[in-house]
């Protein structure tokens, strides 16, 4: 699942403090199989998740802490997958457990499969469990039929448009687009004129300094566009974070973990509590891929996302479900 | 509407745009020259097989779902939009004007397909 394009071996010391890229990356690639990697102060240390008394939740400590989490897709009940509530609720026992209680979660679409609406009560309720503020965007599964009316609706108001928007938290701007409307035939994910606008004066009142976090569905950096994995117009968003210190863009939408960094911005795609994807070409199509049952939930999994001042990237943690 | 127009091989450019009207053969010699009524496009795989069709004005198009993930079919120029196909639904169009319809699933534009109607 994990991705092996040469793309993802940046050796860019980027944080100029001396952190092994390359190491995080394999730690990345470790985290599917059960391994925490946690990056403290610049140091990147790594925990087995079955061991997690090692955890020393006063080492883990940073200004802001929070969770991303993706694909629900609640109302899936096809063999990838035939209880799809239960492996939320596995997610949300996770996020419960984790060493150092996280402020808020994103959930970076396809919260539903269908657009129904017992499917966004159903990921509302479970979610309810962490406690937590949640922010979302949508999937292309959450604005059929009604051209996003409901998600509108439930989770974008205040919205300009189709539910983007933006917040700060502890200092750190969050930036949540939406790039699944007026799809092309043919065409990636798009983010439209409209937000693009609304993009670039947004970030206008913030300095080069502010930490940056962007979240949206489809990914904003082209993973495979033969199967749709990609973003039109994403070139022209990313234009406008240029000279910004800290840039991460935290996508879902393909089912599995892979990150990239190029220049000032880390990118990650994150699990999802659904169903895994097969990496890109490896599979006729990007459709919910099987695993023996007894795999499923390590192919499942929960990001947790820190952020300490000073450092110019997030620590980002990915943890199966198993 | 009023009554069914026949519709023979020397007239097939002369039927009427009215949707959802399904042309019965009356005549066994127009039966058996005219294309068939209906045709079967399949979703399966994140595709449309056959991806492109030609069929006579008044056939009926139906798509079906085959595939473990949900899809739409959409016209490109808003003549026809099915709601969400989970799967084994299924959507149907009829065609009476001739013309080339491209069209695509809304949810996974990826996937493309054409109706070319004669």
Not at chain 1, 203 to 217: D, N
Not at chain 1, 275 to 301: H, I, W, Y
Not at chain 2, 80 to 96: A, I, M, N, Q, R
Request: hydrophobic share 40%.
């Amino acid at each position: 699942m994990i991705s092996k394009k040469k793309s993802d071996l940046l050796l860019v010391d980027h944080n100029h403090d001396g952190v092994d890229r390359r190491g995080f990356l394999k730690c990345m690639a470790w985290a599917g199989t059960g391994a925490l990697c946690v990056m403290q102060g610049g140091v990147l240390k790594s925990f087995s998740l079955s061991r997690p008394s090692e955890i020393d939740p006063a080492a883990a400590v940073g200004e802001l802490r929070f969770v991303q989490i993706s694909d629900s897709h609640m109302g899936f009940n096809k063999p990838a997958n035939p209880d799809v509530t239960a492996t939320l609720k596995v997610a949300v026992d996770k996020i419960r457990a984790l060493p150092s209680v996280p402020e808020f979660l994103l959930h970076t679409g396809d919260i539903s499969h269908l657009s129904k609406p017992e499917e966004f009560d159903a990921v509302d309720q479970i979610l309810k469990d962490t406690g937590k503020e949640v922010f979302y965007v949508p999937g292309e599964h959450d604005v059929v039929n009604d051209d996003g009316q409901q998600f509108r609706d439930r989770y974008g108001k205040g919205s300009p448009g189709a539910g983007w928007r933006s917040f700060d938290k502890s200092g750190v701007h969050f930036i949540g687009l939406v790039n699944v409307m007026n799809l092309k035939a043919g065409g990636l994910g798009t983010l439209g004129a409209e937000q693009l606008k609304w993009l670039e004066k947004d970030l206008q009142s913030h300095s080069k300094s502010t930490p940056i976090v962007v979240f949206a569905h489809i990914p904003l950096w082209s993973v495979y566009p033969e199967w749709g994995w990609g973003t039109d117009d994403a070139a022209q968003a990313l234009s406008y974070l240029k000279g910004f210190g800290s840039v991460t863009v935290l996508n879902g939408h393909i089912h599995q973990i892979m990150q990239k960094v190029e220049g000032n911005i880390t990118f990650h795609t994150a699990a999802s509590t659904a169903f895994p994807q097969p990496a890109p070409g490896t599979a006729d199509s990007p459709g919910p891929m099987k695993v023996p049952a007894e795999q499923l939930r390590k192919v499942l999994g929960i990001t947790d996302v820190q952020f300490v001042r000073g450092k110019d990237a997030l620590a980002v943690v990915d943890s199966n479900l198993a | 509407m009023k009554g069914i127009t026949r519709i023979s091989l020397l007239s097939v450019s002369l039927v009427t745009g009215l949707s959802g009207f399904s042309a019965k053969a009356n005549t066994p010699r127009a039966e058996a020259q005219a294309a068939p009524a209906m045709v079967a496009v399949k979703i399966d795989n994140f595709s449309f097989g056959p991806q492109s069709i030609s069929i006579s004005a008044g056939t009926k198009v139906t798509w079906t779902n085959r595939d473990d993930i949900p899809h739409t079919v959409v016209s490109t120029e808003g003549v026809f939009k099915s709601h969400v196909l989970d799967t084994d639904d299924s959507f149907s169009f009829t065609f009476d004007k001739p013309g080339t319809y491209p069209y695509f699933c809304s949810v996974h534009p990826k996937m493309t397909g054409q109706v070319v109607v004669k």
